[in-house]
């Protein structure tokens, strides 16, 4: 079966431009996560996506970021107004439920936003 | 999320040599995980501990759960050229916390 995709795979924008990068989970998983890593770092919490439960926003760095996931599917997430320091691998991950610590989250590979 | 610490940052290893990486947290996790990402990829999961205490192998690779549910360290057997690639141990509390990573580097 596919694993997760996400879209674009690269993505050069100029500073104070908006950008969305696009995430399919795997088919049948309910929660959906978004995850950045910057050059050389481990990966970093962004938001989470639990069925039909409101969104754990907890990491998103800024009101510049945001986030949505249409029916329970396909998440995109926005960032405005981007700034050079947006510039990292955005990476997105699901899992069957999203309700136990158990659970494995499969990575897709990422977009790689460089904001020029 | 919570950052782990992770070390060492990097290391070049002999092909057939062991490698053991560590990782540490100030917080207590009930799962830990050890991922590997190779160059373009997105991490991929290698062993998940659920237990303290607990010692899980995955082939070549073993990895422990920290008694005190504070840390974890991972070892790679008789390493290989595709061995190669950056690991990260993570906690997870839902959302992942993950260490900084190590870099391995086989020298043929």
């Known amino acids: 079966g596919a694993g997760v995709s996400q879209s674009p795979s690269n993505k050069v924008t100029e500073k104070g431009k908006d950008v969305e990068l696009r995430c399919d989970p795997i088919?049948?998983?309910?929660?959906l996560y978004w995850y950045r890593q910057s050059l050389g770092q481990g990966l970093e919490f962004l938001i989470y996506f639990q069925g039909n439960s409101a969104p754990d926003k907890s990491g998103l760095p800024s009101d510049r970021f945001s986030a949505e996931r249409t029916g329970g599917s396909v998440s995109t997430l926005t960032i405005q107004r981007t700034q050079q320091e947006d510039s990292a691998v955005y990476l997105c991950?699901?899992?069957?439920?999203?309700?136990?610590?158990?659970?494995?989250?499969?990575f897709g590979p990422g977009t790689r936003l460089l904001v020029l | 999320g919570q950052q782990l610490n992770q070390s060492p940052q990097s290391m070049f290893i002999q092909e057939g040599e062991d490698v053991s990486m560590n990782c540490t947290s100030s917080s207590i996790f009930n799962t830990w995980l050890w991922y590997k990402q190779d160059p373009g990829e997105g991490p991929v999961l290698l062993i998940a501990l659920y237990k303290a205490g607990e010692l899980t192998s995955n082939g070549r690779l073993t990895a422990q759960f920290g008694i005190t549910r504070k840390d974890s360290f991972l070892n790679i057997s008789a390493s290989i050229p595709s061995d190669v690639g950056i690991y990260f141990c993570?906690?997870?509390?839902?959302?992942?916390?993950f260490g900084a990573g190590t870099t391995v580097t086989v020298r043929a």
């Open positions: 993570a906690g997870n509390d839902y959302k992942l916390s």
């Open positions: 088919s049948g998983h309910t929660a």
């Open positions: 991950a699901s899992s069957i439920s999203g309700t136990g610590v158990q659970e494995t989250q499969y």
